[in-house]
């Protein structure tokens, strides 16, 4: 049988999303001192992100920086201001960043930071 992380990486290179994900999860943890699992946890939110899982990695986000970056890091690179708008009012300073230089730092950061003629 096959390493776990061999599996992984040929169901990623078919475009098997849901399965390389499904064996990458099932190892991956978040700050663990085994650096393997914590390198499977940023694997599992690069995964979930060119799987194109906004909403999974919406919901991960909510507790799980490397979730948050990953979905602000997606949102930029398909040009998707007005949801990186949405998350730096919100409070996401990554998304803020990221939104300055998607619009090529025309004056947004005064707009994010006081919203109040937003309607």
Not at 10 to 32: F, K, N, T
Request: proline share 1%.
């Amino acid at each position: 049988m096959s390493h776990w992380s061999q599996t992984a990486r040929a169901a990623e290179e078919r475009g098997d999303w849901d399965r390389a994900i499904l064996v990458v999860s099932g190892v991956a943890e978040c700050y663990s001192s085994d650096y393997a699992r914590h390198d499977a946890h940023l694997w599992h939110m690069d995964l979930l992100a060119r799987a194109g899982r906004r909403v999974e990695l919406a919901a991960l986000g909510r507790r799980d920086v490397h979730a948050r970056r990953r979905l602000n890091r997606l949102l930029f690179e398909e040009g998707r201001a007005e949801e990186l708008w949405q998350r730096a009012r919100s409070g996401d300073g990554g998304a803020r960043h990221l939104l300055g230089r998607l619009v090529g730092g025309w004056g947004i950061g005064p707009r994010v930071a006081d919203d109040s003629d937003v309607g």
